[in-house]
């Protein structure tokens, strides 16, 4: 089952920013300020998408920063 599901997500995803866009047009924390938790760190900040390493892209203080995991509050 689980080599069918793959062969099927193959044929219609074509590369990881297929995947990426996709996921972009979906997410509804993108252009909205959150509290992103990593750790014990809160920050604050700008959600502006995922790279293509998918890590969230928070912009704070004009910087951005990049983060692999943690939790996401609008």
Do not use: P
Not at 2 to 7: G, Q, T
Not at 10 to 29: L, R, V
């Amino acid at each position: 089952l689980l080599s069918e599901v793959m062969k099927s997500l193959k044929s219609t995803i074509n590369d990881d920013d297929d995947i990426i866009n996709s996921w972009m047009e979906h997410c509804s924390h993108v252009t909205n300020e959150v509290s992103f938790h990593d750790g014990n760190n809160k920050i604050h900040g700008t959600f502006l998408g995922i790279n293509s390493e998918g890590e969230a892209i928070i912009k704070n203080n004009d910087r951005l920063n990049y983060y692999s995991s943690g939790v996401i509050e609008q």
